[in-house]
């Protein structure tokens, strides 16, 4: 299995802010990754596919890059509704896996 | 419009069955895959494992294989997971999510599984 470590558990920001959240693999997987947004009490939503994707829908403040082994999820300039939950995913074989989330709070 | 819709709430006791649904509509069945994510209370994401309907080729996590299974019915478009026998670290919400070739793009509105004697 690939396992994949995504830091920080916790990030402290606040509105404005250009904010990034790293996720690194334990093997490549090409451009196979996924980032997620989960508010409190809902199901997760897709931001970005595809490493650098962005979904249809999704504000231009959010960008993806990396591949192989190294990824970045990008805030350029944080909203009062981007306060969340965040996860990054590989799809690039089984089994799939997330990494183990970023809450970004207000400072 | 894209649609997964879950099954209500369960609660359920320790050894009991238990099988809950995820309908699909507005997209073709069995030209996605479905797969079923779980979310502990307070904790993150984690994949279970996933089916395509065109030909029920199905994928588990080695954490889930053996513990669940997944299955479905592309007569009525509609995906499973189900349990022989739950434990109470069962308890969670569970979520179907739909893919095809760019990470998980839809999701239902979650399933709560209470597991409690």
């Known amino acids: 299995a690939i396992w994949m470590t995504q830091s920080p558990s916790l990030l402290s920001a606040s509105t404005g802010d250009r904010v990034t959240i790293s996720c690194r693999m334990s093997?490549?997987?090409?451009?196979?990754l996924a980032w997620y947004q989960q508010k409190p009490g809902k199901a997760p939503e897709l931001l970005i596919y595809?490493?650098?994707t962005l979904q249809s829908g999704v504000p231009s403040r959010f960008s993806g890059s990396g591949s192989g082994t190294d990824f970045t999820l990008t805030i350029s300039c944080l909203q009062s509704e981007d306060f969340a939950t965040y996860y990054c995913?590989?799809?690039?074989?089984?089994?799939?896996?997330f990494g183990q989330g970023t809450k970004v709070e207000i400072k | 419009e894209v649609q997964l819709v879950q099954s209500g709430a369960e609660v359920k006791k320790p050894g009991e069955s238990l099988k809950i649904s995820c309908k699909g509509s507005?997209?073709?069945?069995?030209?996605?895959?479905i797969g079923w994510v779980r979310q502990m209370p307070g904790k993150g994401l984690e994949w279970m494992g996933i089916?395509?309907?065109?030909?029920?080729?199905?994928r588990y996590s080695p954490s889930f294989q053996g513990q669940v299974t997944i299955s479905a019915d592309k007569s009525i478009s509609t995906a499973y997971l189900q349990w022989s026998s739950l434990k109470a670290s069962d308890t969670a919400m569970y979520y179907c999510?739909?893919?095809?070739?760019?990470?998980?793009?839809?999701w239902g509105q979650g399933t709560l599984v209470t597991v409690s004697s």
């Open positions: 999510v739909r893919h095809l070739s760019g990470g998980l793009d839809y």
């Open positions: 507005g997209y073709s069945f069995t030209s996605y895959w």
């Open positions: 089916i395509y309907p065109g030909d029920s080729d199905t």
């Open positions: 093997q490549g997987i090409s451009s196979y």
């Open positions: 595809a490493a650098s």
């Open positions: 995913q590989q799809y690039y074989s089984f089994p799939w896996t």
